[in-house]
């Protein structure tokens, strides 16, 4: 059983930063892992990916804005998020993919206010 864990998020100010983490439990080896966000009355979409050879996919929204990394070791994933804007409000889910398969974790919230 896959479990993924995140931390990092909360309240801040529009222009600040925070720095999400995300731990997945087991000796699992995972081909994806991302970070997607959904605010309220919007679909879940995918924020960026890194995949275990370190290649990055954002979305325009945050391009120059945030970065991805990930540590295969400790099988975790961060997401620095630099000059955040109060449209970064939302619960930011941590992503990975095994195979055919997808795990999800229970969601950080990120609020930006202005």
């Known amino acids: 059983q896959v479990q993924l864990v995140?931390?990092?998020g909360g309240l801040v100010q529009a222009g600040g930063?925070?720095?999400?983490?995300?731990?997945?439990s087991g000796r699992f080896s995972f081909?994806?892992?991302?970070?997607y966000r959904q605010a309220p009355g919007d679909q879940r979409e995918l924020v960026a990916s890194i995949t275990s050879g370190g290649s990055t996919n954002y979305a325009?929204?945050?391009k120059g804005r945030f970065t991805i990394s990930r540590d295969n070791?400790?099988?975790?994933?961060?997401?620095?998020?630099?000059s955040l804007k109060p449209?970064?409000?939302?619960?930011?889910?941590?992503?990975a993919v095994q195979?055919?398969?997808?795990?999800?974790?229970?969601?950080?919230?990120?609020?930006?206010?202005?």
């Open 31 to 35: 081909n994806i892992m991302g970070w």
């Open 6 to 8: 995140e931390s990092g």
């Open 87 to 95: 449209e970064d409000t939302a619960v930011y889910y941590c992503n």
């Open 60 to 62: 325009d929204s945050v």
């Open 73 to 82: 070791a400790k099988n975790a994933v961060y997401l620095q998020m630099n």
């Open 99 to 114: 195979n055919v398969f997808t795990y999800w974790g229970q969601g950080t919230q990120v609020t930006v206010s202005s």
């Open 17 to 24: 930063s925070l720095r999400l983490s995300c731990a997945a």
